[in-house]
């Protein structure tokens, strides 16, 4: 499974940008997919998640009300809607696909990982 992240850019703070994911198989429908992000001298951290079917999402504390995780199985793709973006958020962005179902946060349960796209946030 390949995972293609893309979307990410330059935006001043209070701004949105939409990620998208894309997956190279069909299969990908069948399990939970996530976003992470790893900021420079940090370690990566949950973002976001979504179940196979969009039932359930999961989200940071950091950025409830602010991101929505959404996904379209007919196109294997997943989105992370970010709005109110805040300085704070600049980081890469990857794309993960889950060994399960479930919208998990635990990022030694995704199998598959997307190469990341750069989100920058101006002051």
């Known amino acids: 499974v390949q995972l293609q992240a893309s979307g990410g850019g330059l935006v001043q703070a209070g701004g949105s940008l939409r990620l998208s994911c894309a997956a190279s198989?069909?299969?990908?429908?069948?399990?939970?997919m996530g976003w992470f992000r790893q900021a420079p001298g940090k370690e990566r951290e949950f973002v976001a998640a979504i179940s196979w079917n969009g039932s359930t999402t999961s989200y940071a504390d950091s950025v409830k009300g602010r991101f929505t995780i959404s996904r379209d199985n007919a196109k294997s793709t997943v989105y992370l809607q970010m709005n109110s973006l805040e300085p704070e958020d600049t980081a890469n962005y990857y794309c993960?696909?889950?060994?399960?179902?479930?919208?998990?946060?635990?990022?030694?349960?995704?199998?598959?990982w997307g190469r990341g796209t750069q989100v920058t946030v101006s002051s």
């Open positions: 993960a696909q889950n060994r399960w179902a479930v919208a998990g946060s635990d990022a030694g349960r995704y199998a598959y």
């Open positions: 198989r069909r299969t990908s429908s069948n399990n939970g």
